[in-house]
């Protein structure tokens, strides 16, 4: 019994100001200690049907390559990895893709980095706290239009960094003698 109770100091000491912040308004993870926002990440929460659960949550369990046994239905087989358990009944915290909406089915899906850091620095038993209204994020779909015209400014800045063909034909003309270049235009 002693063992146990100075196994359970020993964790809340090394959890001591660790918590995680979810906000579902704003589709963003934050990794606090002592307050201080470590770092934070995009998420994708609960679709509508799917919301992802408000309230207070505890890491409970941690697994590097989950898979799901529910999702897709109805045998499960999706990957999920880097999974932080939150409730027996499914709510996790995992890796998985970023739609840049929610489009979950219930689970906080981060990015590939932000999934890892929060693997390796948060503890079972860290605060996990999730807040706020999926349905109030405002979906802002980026313009095509704008991507292509960035994105022909970026290729046409990178050949304006090199010098024309012609100038690398005349170079190599130079190494001819003058009578040489003289008979190959004659022949023409």
Same mark, same amino acid.
């Given at each position: 019994?002693?063992? $146990? ?15 995680? %912040?979810?906000?579902? &308004?704003?589709?963003?993870? +934050? ?6 926002? $470590? ?23 941690? %697994? ?8 897709? /239905?109805?045998?499960? *087989?999706?990957?999920?990895? +880097? ?5 027996? &009944? *499914? $709510? ?7 739609? *840049? =909406? ?29 807040? *706020? ?5 405002? +979906? ?6 704008? =991507? ?7 290729? +046409? ?22 009578? %040489?270049?003289? /008979?190959? =235009?004659?022949?023409?």
């Amino acid at each position: 019994m002693r063992l $146990l109770i100075i196994f359970l100091i020993f964790l809340a000491t090394l959890n001591a100001g660790k918590t995680i %912040e979810v906000n579902l &308004s704003k589709q963003k993870i +934050y990794a606090k200690e002592n307050s201080n926002i $470590l770092f934070s990440g995009s998420i994708s929460s609960g679709k509508s049907g799917h919301r992802t659960p408000r309230g207070n949550f505890r890491v409970i369990d941690k %697994e590097k390559f989950h898979i799901s046994n529910k999702y897709p /239905e109805p045998n499960g *087989g999706a990957k999920m990895p +880097y999974m932080l358990r939150l409730t027996n &009944s *499914g $709510l996790a915290i995992h890796q998985g893709y970023l739609p *840049g =909406y929610p489009a979950s089915h219930g689970c906080i899906r981060v990015s590939k980095k932000t999934a890892k850091k929060l693997f390796y620095w948060a503890n079972r038993g860290v605060k996990v706290k999730i807040y *706020g209204d999926a349905s109030s994020f405002k +979906y802002v779909k980026k313009s095509k239009k704008r =991507y292509k015209k960035k994105h022909l400014k970026k290729h +046409y800045a990178k050949k304006k960094r090199y010098k024309p063909k012609r100038k690398h034909y005349a170079k190599s003309r130079q190494a001819i003698s003058d009578y %040489e270049v003289i /008979e190959i =235009y004659d022949s023409w």
